[in-house]
Each structure stands twice: as structure tokens, then as C-alpha cells.
């Protein structure tokens, strides 16, 4: 919709109008946040005006933009929704989601949000994203920031990502859960203090995100308002207090060679939202099994914790819930999400949740029943892995601290850090990804800020199913097959002491059942004290020894 006269404003002219005398400076729009679009040449952006409630005025939902800063020749109306925080203060305040349409790609355009009666933001910027393969072939390679775990107290990274950003070295963030610890925290003023801190680098760089624990109080509603200019593209969320909403806890987009797929692991860890885990899988083999390769070779799963990690006891448990899925009354197990991406070859897993960095090679199925951590086999390959890629980057700050690495590392794991820090993804070409974790960390010498901690290339000829790649024999012929979970197998198990040796025939039903051995008591003697080193696990011929 065009809007008269300020439709050809300059910003100098505009200043006059953008302030004027009656106008409260206090209800100018904040924690302004943008998004790629749905469509191609779309960019989203998000604020929110704090002092108006229910009993104000909407207040206005223009973006005005253009591709020079005095400039601003289009516009659009979005539209506005009364956010709700259901402290204990029943705080309100409104919030505005607007898209910028018919971008030209690779070009920076300039932007203004806000209106008439409530004010306008300071002028903003970003640059635009490709939207044919020529273009795409021009901007590479492209950057992407990657991390998780950030808070507004701790968040160690974002001074790092700030100067990235400005020196246009970033084309889209991806926060993989667990914001601002916690976004609905101090009557939701944390989120806003969060939001406000990040606006230099959000309002500059679509800023995508998946949720974590940390946003689930009240069914996300922080998470799921805050971000409804995320390009949901599977279907809607019902809340009461809003009806239905944009679906943005798993959702997909391509940006450049890349399709991203947002997951949520969340809805794997509470009852009411079991429905939802059914939901989500019926999508995500949708939506995998519909991506094209020839346009998006890569196919990069972001999502708040990881499938694969051996930090803590997460690593038994809850990347095992995620890995494998729910189990059914029948004890199969329904719902695990490395099915879908060994099925349909996702490339690369991105987590955060655990504290720490753990970069992984190829992990291609296989459950490791007595010691769950340790599942999956690895050819320890970054040239054409038979298998996807696991990284977890959850250091990016937080007011948790870190998470200490108390195990020895799997064979799967390439790469361990306790220090802050952020990742950076640069996509080359169809075939070569690079990936570096920059140390952020303000405990470390000064002069160690900023230097690349971890680098590996990734290399991948052979995108798509991995049951099809070409080196998927090696898997099969070497450590065993086990690429599907091993629910009901038998087991032999081999305790190994200095000049003794004591063997137990045990059968394993699944990752949440009791080992039952032939001499059960002993055998849980044996591994709770530590006093016999578990070395070896045989499964019809298939040894997965990891340590
Ligand atoms: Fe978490």
C-alpha cells in the first residue's frame, strides 16, 4: 500500500516528519530484527513498540525502504499483534512483523520501520539475497555465523559477530536455540534487553533461529512472537491467547547452495507435545525428500541438541531420545531424526545445548546399547563423508558457564573446545563448505581474541541419499552394518580384568531397558564401580569398538 506523500521522502525531509513535536521519542520502534522471506527478492523485519498496550493505538507497521539511504522509495503495511508475557506483571506491548518485497538480488537496501503516529527507527541497512543461479554464482562464496547458547549477561560472542557484520562478512546468522537466558525472564524485559543488544547485528543480517529449552516457558511464547517473520512454510500453531500463528519451531528456506532445514528437539521432551514429534517427522521426510539438489547440493539441519555429543550425560539420554525418537508400546522406536537425514542425506547436523564446541566427522547409524555415547560409526572422513556431519557450537556465552568435556573423545569426535566462541560456515561451491570456530572467549590472553581455534574444509561429490553414495561399502564391510538401531538384538559382553577374563551372554532391548545378563548382578557390580573395563560389544559379528 503506498502512502502519499512518503512515498518519494528523502530522510532529510523526512526527519522533520519522522519526529515531530507531539510525537513520544520513548515509543520509537526497537529490537528491530530481519528474515529471508517466503519468496525470493522477500526480507522480512520484526520490532516492537514497548509502551503500547491494549488500551493505545496499534500503532503503525510501514517499512519504508529503497536502495539508497535518502532514498526510500517503496513501502509496505504489515501488520501488528499485542504481544502477551503472562508474568506476573501481565506485561503487553505490541509487536510488528512487515516484508520488504521485490528485492533486486545482491544489492544493499536501505530501510526504515515505524510510522507516523508512533515514530521511526534510525536507517538501517542489509544486502540483499541472490535469487538466480547467476546470482548465486556471483556472491559466493557465502558466510554464515552458526552458534547457540548466547544470553544477553555472558553473550561473549556478540562484540566478535558485530565487527563480522560490519564488515560484510556475514550474509545470514543461524542461533540455534537458547537466546537470551531467558527471553521471558524479568517479565519478558530480559528478552528485550536481548533483543535490543542484538539489533546492530540482526537489523543487519537475517537473523534465522531455531528454539531451545531455555524459550519453552509458556509453549514458546516468547520464541514463537518474536520471531514470526521466520519464512514458516509448515502450516501454523494454535495458541489461546492469539489463535493461529505462523509455525516457526521447523521450517526450511534456501539461501545460496544451501537448503536449511530449522528442526525443533524440543517437542521430543514433553507429553503434550508428543503429537507434535509425529508432526514434524511427517514434514521433515516431506520436506527433505523434496529438496533439489541440483539447485541446493548442501542440506544443512540446524536444530538446539545434538544427535551426537560426549560431554555428559546428555550424550545417554536426551541426544539419544532425539537420535532414535519415542519409543512405542511395542518397544520400537518411532520418530528419530537420524533416519531422516541418513535416509535423505543431510549433510551437516548443527546443535548447540551442550556448552562447548565438539566438531564431528561422519556418523553413520548404528545404537550402541551399553554405552549410548558412544553409537555410530565414523570413517572419520570430511572428503566425501558416507554420512552426515555432526557439530555442536553451544559456546557462544551464556550465563551458564561452560561444559566440561568429562570423557574421553569417540572416535567420531575431530575436534573438542571449552572456550567461547562462535562458528562461521563459508559455502564455496556445490562441492567445498569451510568451517571455523573463532575463539571469543574474554577469560583467554587478549591476544588469542578472535583466532581460529578449529578449520576444517568440507568436502562432498556425492550429495543425496547415503544409502547411494559411492563409498557406503566401506561402512557396510568394515566396523558392521548397524544402520538401523539395534532395538532387540542379543549381545555379548566382555569384562576384561589384569589376567582374568569373565564373559556374560546379556541381551539389550533398547536404550531405556536394563541390560539382562546371565549373571546380572555381577554384571552390574562390574560397570557401576568401575572395577572391570567394558571393552568390547559383539553383535552377530558387527564389534563396535569405539574406545
Ligand atoms: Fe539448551
Redesign the pocket.
Known sequence: MAHGRWHMARLGLLASFVFPAWADAAKQPEQIHIGIGQLAGEMTVHWSTIQESQSASPGDSVVMYGLSADELTRNSTGISFLFQDYGIELRSFRMHVATMTGLLPNRVYYYIVGGNRTGWSQPLSFKSHPISAGDVQSRLPMSYAVY??LGDYNGQTLPSLLAEARKGELDMVLHV??MAYDLDSDNGRNGDAWMQDIQPLAASVPYMVSH???EANRHFNHYTQRFRNMPSNSGTITFPEYGNVPNNWWYSWDSGLVHFVTISTEVYFASPLAQMVAEQHEWLEADLGAVDRTKTPWVIVLG??PLYCSCDADCDSFATVNRMGLKQPDGTFKYGLEELFYKYGVDVFIA??EHNYERMFDVSPMWDPITPWLSGITTGSTVDPPATTHIIT?SAGSVEDHEPFTRPAPKRTAKRLNTYGWSKLTVYNASHIYWQQFQTDSAQPPSTWGQVMDASWLVQHHHGPFALHPRRDQVDNSEGKGLHPLDTSSVDMSFFKTGRRLQMQCKHAGHDQELACSDPSLAKQLVSKGRWQYTKLVDAAKPADFV
Open positions: 547457540g547458547d536455540g537458547d531451545g529449552n531455555h538446539h541438541r548447540g545445548h553451544g
